[in-house]
């Protein structure tokens, strides 16, 4: 269970214009590498509104394809919600902070035939900075720690360092390319829209 905790890591961690601007309404499109042996590139979708000053609602998906078991189609989905905090602490960089729960299942089909197994939960906090270089490219950096208990299969927790840089095209388009420490290094690219 400990080599799919460098992605869930990385799924749980990514939540984040210039001179302090930042904006922290958006969905976002990710794919991410991982070191599960055998299993496909984890596809996230990731969100994040604004609701109160400095805080905001934060969301993901991400889903794993797995090696086939017996001709069954297997793959492993998270889905996550949670609080965001966000606080100016210079004219460019703000810290960033969440808290989320996380649920994990266990998708399994066969032709026509599907059936998903809630494997387990669990919750993830995060805490960073977010910084505007320029004009066009933002970072973040971030210490990320998950606390899982899977059902039948144990328990587990993590903590970890990522950083993702971030170019923006536009004020409502971007794209980013980050990693996380979390086991062995994970890559993470995705293209985000931001309203």
């Given at each position: ?116 197994v809630d494997v387990g939960d669990g919750f993830g906090v ?20 998950i606390d899982l208990d899977f059902d039948n299969l144990g ?41």
């Open positions: 269970m400990n080599r799919m905790l460098p992605v869930l890591a990385l799924s749980c961690a990514i939540s984040s214009a210039y001179a302090g601007d930042f904006n922290y309404n958006f969905v976002e499109g990710a794919l991410i590498t991982n070191d599960i042996e055998d299993a496909d590139t984890t596809f996230g979708l990731k969100g994040s509104y604004d609701v109160a000053t400095n805080v905001n609602i934060v969301g993901s998906f991400f889903s794993t394809g797995l090696p086939d078991v017996n001709g069954v189609d297997v793959s492993l989905s998270s889905f996550s919600i949670g609080l965001g905090y966000h606080k100016p602490m210079s004219e460019k960089t703000d810290f960033v902070g969440d808290i989320q729960y996380i649920n994990y299942d266990i998708d399994l089909s066969q032709g026509n035939a599907f059936a998903s995060n805490a960073g900075i977010r910084h505007s270089f320029s004009e066009k490219f933002e970072g973040e950096a971030s210490v990320n720690y328990s587990g927790s993590d903590t970890s360092f990522s950083a993702t840089g971030r170019y923006l095209f536009t004020d409502n388009v971007s794209a980013s390319l980050g990693f996380s420490t979390a086991d062995d290094s994970d890559v993470m690219a995705a293209l985000r829209y931001s309203f």
